[in-house]
């Protein structure tokens, strides 16, 4: 694959090694704001995810935590440092490229759901294969199962506004499922539910943890960040802690 126009060059950074999903070195986001005036989103913010972790990014509004979501997520580009997605390194790719990636390797998890109102649950779970070019039987039986894991069986055939709330944020659940990501990448998924359907959407990430998905999970609410195994704290855009729940500060 290419280097996209006008990106650094490649840092001296070795590949990932095995088992390690998500590998950030050195990350940093600048945001030119004109008359010579800077702002750096996220300065040197490094850390690895290996595979089958649950792992909370948390932080106030302004941290860093978005702009970093967004790089995790490959809707856009590090100013400079390395980022590695499945052991290929995503931060020099072109925007082409990293549609293609994050087709392939990210389930997203919207607060919003982001679902299209007049297609059924089905439908809207199937549109990332149709994407990908599957053919129609294959993307079928993949939707169905996607739906049945989030235990939406008896809901296929509804429309959103058919739906609940958690129903329909367990439809954006197995939407990101369907294409069996490298990770699933969570933006404060419970934001738009009451408290009670939030706590069965956190379990059901925990359940699709424990069947060995690799989630990463973006909010600001302390007891959302504390269904993961690991919080990553980020403040001023660099990493102030990087933790395990209950345990030691995490060292990768």
């Known amino acids: 694959m290419g280097t996209r126009a006008g990106a650094s060059s490649i840092e001296e950074t ?20 004109g008359e010579a005036i800077q702002v750096h989103a996220l300065s040197g913010v490094t850390f690895a995810i290996e595979r089958g972790e649950y792992v ?46 994050r ?7 919207f607060q919003t759901f982001n679902l299209l109102s007049r297609a059924t649950a089905l ?28 235990d939406l069986a008896d809901r296929m055939h509804h429309k ?16 990101a499922l369907v294409n069996n ?17 939030g706590e069965e959407i956190m379990g059901l990430f925990s359940r699709l943890n424990e069947a060995g998905n690799t ?11 504390a269904h993961a195994h690991r919080i990553i704290h980020v403040r001023d855009g660099r990493i102030e802690r990087d933790e395990t729940i209950g345990g030691e500060g995490y060292e990768k």
């Open 181 to 197: 990501p490298s990770i699933i990448l969570a933006d404060e998924p419970t934001g738009n539910l009451d408290t009670a359907t």
């Open 14 to 33: 070795p590949m990932p090694l095995e088992g390690v999903v998500i590998k950030a070195e050195n990350l940093w986001k600048t945001y030119d704001m």
């Open 123 to 150: 439908h809207n779970v199937e549109l990332p294969l149709i994407y990908s070019g599957m053919p129609a039987r294959e993307r079928l039986e993949r939707a169905e199962e996607a739906l049945r894991r989030v």
């Open 215 to 225: 989630i990463v999970l973006v909010t600001h609410e302390h007891d959302i960040a």
């Open 103 to 109: 087709n392939k390797e990210i389930g997203f998890v």
């Open 56 to 101: 909370a990014i948390m932080g106030p509004s302004g941290s860093g935590k978005s702009t970093l979501m967004n790089l995790i997520g490959c809707l856009d580009t590090p100013t400079r440092g390395s980022y590695w997605l499945n052991r290929q390194l995503v931060s020099e790719l072109s925007d082409d490229e990293l549609a293609y990636i």
């Open 160 to 175: 959103p506004n058919e739906l609940s709330g958690g129903q329909r944020q367990r439809v954006a659940v197995a939407r």
